[in-house]
């Protein structure tokens, strides 16, 4: 697929500019397709997409069920929808966003007797209609989900740059999450930012995870 290879060139020049030695990967976001869109990408070599709605990865999944996708989870979490999700076994969470939702998503997790790996959003811009810690909060929250959540398995941060047209802007959200991230050290190995609007800058950033949607679909 023409466009796929387009903005794996993208990716790979932004990652070589940025850091030779850095693996960043695709998470292709298929909320906005079907899954005809979805086989196709795959038959072109993507193994990882991403859905926001529960209804709809659950939906997809099991219309793909033949397929070996990775299958991530990146929106909001009702606390009513964590065992379906749990029942899909998606490989990580990009949205944990709150410490009552850690907490309900272990007491489900123990109950199911599975570990569920997840990502801490951190809402990097503070902005009010984001999801997420709190910068300051975040260390602390980290630890707190790794020592009291057993079935949890924190991977590391995700984060939406800054809603802005300003580059800077953007860019500071993104390098606030970077700083997190690197006083976490080996205690987190994902950092998931980036989507099709910033995901240069995203990589330029320290991201070794992007979620792209609209670009691919
Ligand atoms: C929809 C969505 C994306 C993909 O957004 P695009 O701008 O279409 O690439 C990435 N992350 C999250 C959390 C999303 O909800």
Redesign the pocket.
Known sequence: MKKLLEIIERVEKARLATDRHRIVKIVA?S??TDTNAIRSLYAAGQRAF?E?RVQDLQAKHDELNELPIEWHF??RLQSNKINALLELQPALI??LDSFKLAEALDKRAEAKDVTINALLQINSAKEESKAGFEPEAAIEAYERVSEECHYVNLQGLMS?GAHSEDRDVVQKSFETSREIFDKLGDKASVLSMG???DFELAIACGSNML?????LF
Not at 211 to 215: A, E, N, P
């Open positions: 976001v909320k906005y991403g926001s990146v929106g990009h949205s939406i989507m099709s609007g979620r792209l949607g609209s670009i």
